[in-house]
């Protein structure tokens, strides 16, 4: 994401999230952090004429990062869109080293939920009216990616003792 992609940004912004929607100084602030050694990767993708129907940010500090947030336009929701940009998001957590990569997700929105799970997510807690002025809870879900790394070498080890014995 790019500077003359907030506008577009914003109008999926408060088309998505009309209640919650960040505002246009919020994103400048994130990329403000989106550079070379900045705590910030924010992406967006483009159709074939080049308009933004998706966007997606992480925070990394350290061994943590969180996903800031991840949306997609309602034309394009349901095609896989979604999970590109967490693969895009998490493989990024991963470039960078962290351990974990936690996110927060509307505990009413269980299609994004079960996206989530799919990618190895599991629901660690609750923080009680997150989403404001609705003062809808938001289920804390993360992904332990050292368990992952072990799980994904366990299975590559099954692999190799199934294929040699």
């Known amino acids: 994401m790019r500077w003359w992609d907030v506008e577009p940004v914003m109008v999926l912004e408060h088309q998505l999230f009309p209640e919650d929607a960040w505002s246009r100084g ?4 994130e990329l403000a952090e989106a550079h070379p050694g900045g705590s910030r990767h924010y992406v967006v993708a483009v159709d074939g004429g080049g308009a933004v129907v998706g966007y997606a940010g992480l925070m990394a500090v350290g061994a943590d990062a969180d996903v800031q947030t991840i ?4 034309g394009h929701q349901g095609a896989g869109l979604g999970a590109v940009l ?5 493989g990024e957590s991963v470039r960078r080293g962290c351990a974990e990569t936690l996110l927060e997700v509307r505990v009413d929105n269980l299609r994004a939920q079960r996206l989530y ?3 190895g997510f599991e629901p660690v807690g ?3 009216g997150y989403y404001q002025p609705a003062n809808v809870d938001a289920l804390v879900m993360r992904l ?11 299975d590559a ?3 190799k003792d199934h294929h040699n014995g």
Do not use: C, G, K
């Open 26 to 29: 919020m994103y400048w602030s």
């Open 86 to 90: 967490l693969a895009e998001l998490t």
């Open 144 to 154: 332990d990616h050292l368990a992952s790394d072990a799980s994904d070498a366990s």
């Open 157 to 159: 080890s099954d692999l």
């Open 126 to 128: 609750i923080r009680r």
């Open 117 to 119: 799970e799919r990618f």
């Open 71 to 74: 949306a997609v336009a309602p």
